[in-house]
């Protein structure tokens, strides 16, 4: 079936602007989940959304940064007035929950460069 | 200090060798232990899990675990030049709900002919 897919692939932007990012996460899955990869980093968690709970929004390093999910389907992820070290791979996962496994599948990434 | 600490490498062997990667943990309460493999300007992709200590074994790759040791390993055997990636591990509590994983940065694997 559909993997996790994410739009755009790339994206380039002026410092200040507002981006959004979007994420259309595997049918049935549950959860979906926000990370971000800096440049020679490993992946830094941001954001999760579980069904219908409140979002655990404990991995947004800043205000500037914001996250819905309508339902059990599609994401986006807003980062308002952009800054340079906003720069790195925006991924999104998804995965069921409960006994049904936990593991996340991602998708192939935002490439988000702030010039 | 990171809570998960994995080598950057980068770690070239010989096709066929075996290969080691290891990632190391402070956080005791990780029960859920991942492995990850990515390809340049690609997405992760999931290689194996498990919940428990021991070894786990799927075709090639054997991930283990010692939580006692806080230490957890992928061994790849017969490598090939299409394993030549970034592997990363990754870990979690289990919360019954959604998990979020904490990563280690990742060792860059390159297998030569």
């Known amino acids: 079936g559909a993997g996790v897919s994410q739009s755009p692939s790339n994206k380039v932007t002026e410092k200040g602007k507002d981006v959004e990012l979007r994420c259309d996460p595997i049918?049935?899955?549950?959860?979906l989940y926000w990370y971000r990869q800096r440049l020679g980093q490993g992946l830094e968690f941001l954001i999760y959304?579980?069904?219908?709970?409140?979002?655990?929004k404990s991995g947004l390093p800043s205000d500037r940064f914001s996250a819905e999910r309508t339902g059990e389907s599609v994401s986006t992820l807003t980062i308002q007035r952009t800054q340079q070290e906003d720069s790195a791979v925006y991924l999104c996962?998804?995965?069921?929950?409960?006994?049904?496994?936990?593991?996340?599948?991602f998708g192939p990434g935002t490439r988000l460069t702030v010039t | 200090q990171k809570e998960v600490e994995q080598d950057p490498g980068p770690l070239s062997v010989p096709e066929g060798a075996i290969v080691s990667l290891n990632c190391t943990y402070s956080?005791?309460?990780?029960?859920?232990f991942m492995w990850y493999r990515q390809y340049s300007r690609k997405g992760p992709e999931l290689l194996m899990y498990?919940?428990?200590?021991g070894n786990k074994e799927d075709g090639r790759f054997t991930a283990q675990v010692d939580k006692s040791s806080k230490y957890i390993s992928l061994f790849i055997r017969d490598s090939q030049p299409s394993d030549s990636a970034t592997y990363l591990c990754?870990?979690?509590?289990?919360?019954?709900?959604?998990?979020?994983?904490?990563f280690g940065t990742g060792t860059q694997l390159k297998v030569e002919l």
């Open positions: 996962a998804s995965s069921f929950t409960g006994g049904s496994g936990y593991e996340q599948y």
């Open positions: 956080n005791s309460a990780f029960q859920y």
């Open positions: 049918s049935g899955h549950t959860a």
């Open positions: 990754a870990m979690s509590v289990l919360t019954g709900g959604g998990n979020k994983l904490t």
């Open positions: 498990t919940y428990s200590s």
């Open positions: 959304f579980q069904g219908n709970s409140a979002p655990d």
